[in-house]
């Protein structure tokens, strides 16, 4: 089995339309080869429609979808140099490993013996070396998941695309495979497209997120722009927890900005802010608290929960109530508390909506 060789995806202006129904409203994507872009969102926001339409399983109404340079908008799924891994596996279950891996191969034409070598090198690939024979009963959940990636990889697609692949696992599990899956992408260097509703994965296997809401793309970047600098509240809160308050922009120089929330200034990145009210995004492990009585930006702790290696705070202020997370489990402190809140100098930014 080869390096699968990595190609660009494009999307040209597309619109999806279900009768009267528009799910997908001009959008226009690049990735570039190499990489593992996320669409991101909530049901219904139009990210596996998109998928779909990349597959080939469903058309575009407009527009056009390049891959690798060839305009592919009205080809069938199998004219089109990509692989799927679906989020049931899709394996079939009185087959073995090494029978499903080769499935699609000598599908294609391949003789049985070269299909069987390609299968078990995909197997080694994605480190289930030996156990070709098992059937897929036989293998636990993220042994399955990684069958139905090696299956996907051996017919050497120019592009590979994950349906929500960790959805059927456990919590702990979906750690491990995400990192599987990660680890395999950066290493073999093919192009990915994965499909989430789950910040968390978003934020570990990306290279890039695109982030979409009702059938329109509301921010993309990398993992770290979109949490650290949200431009609206919808991608703050959406992109983990995030206390939205208002605030009065006091001052603009540069990049940097001045804000001012009741007695507290601080300054955040400027974002094209201008002087005046606005609103701010925190997120609750960027806010400090420490008890006092008398502080430019007072509140009282409402709500304590010692979670191990954190406490949560709920604080009513007079701007209302404030999330907070605090990695200081030394030091708790009891609801009824007076506190002066204060900001890190990162996870803060001014919103837009």
Do not use: W
């Amino acid at each position: 089995m080869s390096t699968p060789r990595p190609g660009s995806v494009v999307f040209q202006n597309i619109r999806k339309q279900f009768g009267a129904f528009t799910a997908i409203h001009d959008l226009s994507i690049a990735i570039e080869p190499g990489t593992l872009v996320t669409l991101l969102g909530p049901s219904g926001c139009g990210k596996t429609t998109t998928l779909r339409m990349l597959a080939g399983l469903e058309h575009p109404t407009s527009g056009r979808i390049i891959i690798g340079g060839k305009d592919v908008t009205m080809l069938p799924a199998n004219e089109r140099d990509v692989s799927m891994v679906f989020q049931s596996y899709a394996l079939f279950p009185h087959m073995t490993s090494l029978d499903n891996v080769a499935y699609g191969l000598e599908s294609s034409g391949l003789k049985r013996k070269e299909a069987r070598e390609r299968a078990e090198d995909g197997l080694k690939l994605v480190g289930l070396a030996g156990m070709g024979q098992r059937l897929p009963a036989e293998l636990s959940g993220g042994q399955q998941q990684r069958v139905a990636v090696a299956r996907a990889l051996v017919l050497e697609p120019q592009v590979l695309l994950l349906d929500e692949p960790l959805s059927n696992l456990d919590a702990r599990l979906r750690r491990s495979v995400r990192t599987e899956i990660r680890d395999l992408q950066q290493r073999l260097g093919f192009t990915a497209v994965y499909v989430t509703h789950d910040q968390d994965e978003a934020l570990a296997v990306s290279d890039r997120i695109i982030i979409m809401k009702d059938g329109v793309i509301a921010q993309e970047g990398t993992p770290r722009d979109l949490y650290e600098a949200p431009a609206s509240a919808f991608i703050a809160d959406f992109m983990g927890e995030a206390n939205v308050m208002p605030c009065e922009v006091i001052a603009v120089q540069g990049a940097d900005a001045t804000i001012r929330i009741a007695g507290l200034e601080h300054k955040v990145p400027s974002r094209n802010a201008r002087l005046g009210a606005a609103r701010l995004a925190v997120r609750p492990n960027s806010i400090t608290l420490e008890a006092a009585s008398n502080a430019p930006f007072p509140g009282r702790i409402t709500h304590a929960a010692y979670l191990g290696d954190h406490i949560e705070y709920e604080v009513e202020t007079a701007d209302g109530s404030l999330f907070v997370v605090d990695p200081g489990v030394e030091r708790a402190l009891t609801p009824q508390t007076d506190i002066a809140i204060g900001f890190k100098g990162r996870g803060i930014a001014i919103i837009s909506g």
